[in-house]
């Protein structure tokens, strides 16, 4: 057994929950608005009837495996080889989303706050965490996840409280004032942060009990809608459309414009401390994933012994995949989308489908 951790439902739906906010909550409402101007706001509503359909189709692909991860019942549905063929496909891809994160860490703090620190200084500290959090087992990062969680429920609500005097509702007027279809188009962008939820499938049999797991998977989905529309509404209603499209971080600079009393300013760490709990918990989630996923590929028995190389291998990845900010942006508004598609719908309604029709399973 490559892992024999359990976590509850409760944990789980935390673990869900913080990982779908993860990077989303500060680059959703600039990509979003890009597209759906000032409409951007009712993009990540639709969101929410897209989160439902995703998480019913992970969760029907997993409750149908209740005690498998999704690399054994690639092979149990497809056969061997392509099973493994499949199982490779998805670990590079939890690879490159991690590795993404991790350059995205490293590109914030030396932009916004650390501007003279080495970007490979901040992506070994981070790692490092990473790494320690993954080697102590699923169990102890699931723990963590737990106890940060109120933390960051009270660093969003006293973020979103004390800029809420500065909201300007005439700032989401006029409503669809350029038809549907730009809504749909910052909706798309949107929906490929929910498509990268398809990760916690590996998560799934670790979960005390099945269908406690089912509903968890719902509810942190739904948490993750609520944060992600709300941040993305504050943002609108805040900055306005076109100050929202044109800053990196929208949500940081949310956080630098509190002002109360000329006293109590600037508290953009706020926002930063937020960032760095929900990255935390998603890169060590696609870690985690990654080194289970090779090593039952590779038929190890401990995944802890990846997570040292896969690191050093990671931090040169993530240097490679961001060579200047404007690719690194139109890498997640052209590419990102199109390719979470076929990791978060296309493979899964693959194998739930040629699930549904293989009445035994291929060896």
Known sequence: MIDNGHISARQFMILVALFGIGDAILYVPSLTATAAKQDAWISTLIGWGEGF????????LSMRYPNKSIFQFSKEILGKWMGKVVAVLFISYFFIDASLMLMEIGDFVTTQIMQETPIEIILVLFLVI???????????????????????????????????????????????????APVIGGNFRYAGYLLETVILIVLFPLVNRPARAAK??????????FFLAMITAVAILVLGADITILLTYPS?????????????????????????????????VCYYATSY????????????????????????VALATMPNRPYFDAFVSDIWMPYSLTYGLFL????????????????
């Open 130 to 180: 990473i790494v320690m959090g993954v080697r102590s087992g699923t169990e102890t990062f699931s723990r963590v996840s737990e106890l940060l969680f109120p933390y960051f429920l009270l660093l969003f609500f006293v973020l979103i409280a004390f800029i809420f005097p500065q909201i300007k509702i005439e700032n989401a007027k006029p409503v669809l004032a350029h038809g549907i």
């Open 53 to 60: 359909l995703l998480t019913y189709l992970y969760v029907s």
């Open 348 to 363: 899964p309604v693959l194998l739930l489908s040629m699930g549904a029709l293989r009445k035994k399973p291929v060896c």
């Open 252 to 284: 940081y600079t949310l956080a630098q414009k509190i002002s109360i009393g000329n006293f109590f300013e600037r508290i953009e760490v706020l926002m930063a401390v937020i960032w760095f709990i929900t990255l935390f918990v998603k890169i060590t």
């Open 216 to 225: 968890a998977y719902i509810l942190g989905i739904l948490l993750v809608n």
């Open 293 to 316: 996923g090779i090593a039952y590929t590779l038929g190890l028995r401990d995944y802890r012994h990846l997570t040292l190389p896969l690191g050093m291998i990671m931090i040169v």
